[in-house]
């Protein structure tokens, strides 16, 4: 891969009207857009770790997806002045638009993440895998002749959030435009974390596009030049995306230290435990320095002092990534990079960092208020998906008919083929905010009765 080629402002379907512009560039466009759109504030009432806030303000997919993009470019700020020392004949290209492309990625990360956090993404997974959607593996459509080939039932049985993104950025919504949001390709390459189709997934379940979206992905891919991999016969998967590394190291960072954080502030981890922690990132020195800072300025306040040991670990994770990826850039480029950047960060905090995700393991995510909101979440989101699929594989029922008539018509529900109208119902409840979701579970279940 070569970074000329890598880094295009070309759009998706939009290729036709490619031009260059003297105002903002394609880069800043993409990152204004993102935040403009109605997907990304349904984020600030979607679930990122703990419970939606009561008294004590945590963070949502809203206010994390932000902070990922303001990590993000720093990354892309400091990497493309570095690598611009070593390949000066990259000035007059798009490396310089390496921040605008990171922090845009970053904010678009989570958009296809259902409610209720990662039990969302696991209620419609089983839904297929375990539950009442079974059925459908085998189940033919008798008026299309239709049924799902293995790559689709493995896409439903796998549903991912990284992959569910891509589709939302890309998808032709019924009344929308060609190419979906219409993003530079190579802002849509950076956020496919899993360059590789479903049958791959594995355990854990991650993968990059289901087979509605492969084609574009494949497009984007030779646009790019991002080569193909070796992969059993009828799958596909790609060598990873450069940018790709610096928005999952964007991600990393935040979501690892600002969970403990938050874990902090909602009492699940004593103060001296936090500052543990997060003091294992420096040597002796260093601590000693931060200390004193602290005193100082009279920093009593132990949220403050939280705070600030938070900001000097995230800026310390920040340099480490990017000295990771500048120091691998041949081998990130040659598709022979193993792991993420935090896996080849310095000794000291990289064995801090796996000591704050063994805690956070521990002590937050089998937390009782984590765990009773996955298991409700877990509950809405299956008896949605359990009333919206049956509805859509029987349509000519009065109750599905009314059902499928408060659907929006973007959504296409009606689509001939079963795959198609599964994903759209999948497109409708993983766009449901927390709120929204949990209120027409009441409403559908006659626990509570709109008002005319």
């Known amino acids: 891969m070569n970074w000329t080629q890598l880094l295009s402002s070309k759009r998706l ?3 036709a009207q490619h031009q260059q512009r003297d105002d903002r560039t394609e880069f800043q466009r993409d ?21 939606l806030p009561g008294s004590i303000f945590v963070h949502n997919r809203l206010t994390h997806s932000l902070e990922v993009s303001s990590v993000g470019r720093s990354l892309g700020n400091d990497c493309s002045r570095l690598l611009l020392e070593r390949h000066p004949e990259l000035a007059s290209s798009h490396f310089t638009e390496m921040a605008n492309i990171v922090s845009a990625a970053c904010l678009a990360h989570d958009l296809g993440n259902p409610p209720f956090g990662h039990s969302g993404e696991r209620a419609i997974a089983t839904f297929f895998s375990e539950g009442e959607g079974r059925w459908l593996r085998t189940h033919e459509d008798q008026a299309t002749n239709s049924r799902l080939t293995p790559r689709q039932w493995s896409d439903l049985t796998h549903f991912e959030g990284n992959a569910n993104a891509f589709r939302l950025l890309t998808h032709h919504f019924e009344g929308r435009r060609r190419g979906g949001f219409g993003m530079t390709y190579s802002t849509l390459a950076s956020i496919v974390k899993y360059p590789f189709s479903s049958e791959l997934a594995g355990e854990h379940q991650k993968f990059g596009f289901f087979d509605a979206e492969q084609a574009d992905y494949q497009r984007i891919a030779a646009e790019l030049g991002i080569p193909q991999q070796p992969s059993p016969e009828g799958t596909l998967r790609y060598a990873r995306f450069p940018l790709v590394y610096l928005v999952e190291a964007a991600d990393d960072i935040c979501y690892e230290i600002m969970d403990i954080e938050d874990a902090h502030k909602l009492k699940i981890l004593s103060t001296a435990d936090t500052k543990e922690l997060l003091m294992a990132y420096f040597d002796p020195q260093r601590r000693d320095e931060i200390v004193r800072h602290l005193a100082s300025r009279g920093v009593d306040d132990v949220n403050e002092q939280v705070v600030y040991l938070r900001s000097c670990v995230i800026n310390t994770l920040e340099s480490e990534c990017v000295r990771a990826f500048v120091d691998n850039e041949e081998a990130i480029l040659n598709a022979t990079f193993q792991g993420s ?38 509950r809405v989101i299956t008896f949605l998906t359990g009333l919206m699929v049956d509805a859509v594989m029987n349509p000519d029922r009065a109750y599905s008919q009314l059902l499928m008539s408060r659907v929006s018509p973007q959504y296409q529900i009606r689509a001939p083929h079963i795959y198609d109208r599964i994903l759209a119902v999948i497109d409708y409840i993983s766009g449901m905010t927390d709120v929204y979701a949990l209120d027409l579970y009441r409403k559908l279940n006659g626990m509570s009765i709109p008002s005319i």
């Open 13 to 15: 379907g939009m290729e």
């Open 31 to 51: 990152y204004d857009r993102l935040i403009f759109s109605a997907p990304f504030r349904r984020l600030q009432n979607k679930t990122q770790v703990f419970p």
């Open 341 to 378: 950047l935090i896996q080849h960060i310095s000794p000291t905090p990289r064995r801090a960092y796996e000591a704050c995700a063994a805690a956070s393991h521990r002590h937050i995510y089998h937390s009782k208020p984590v765990i009773d909101i996955e298991l409700a979440g877990f």
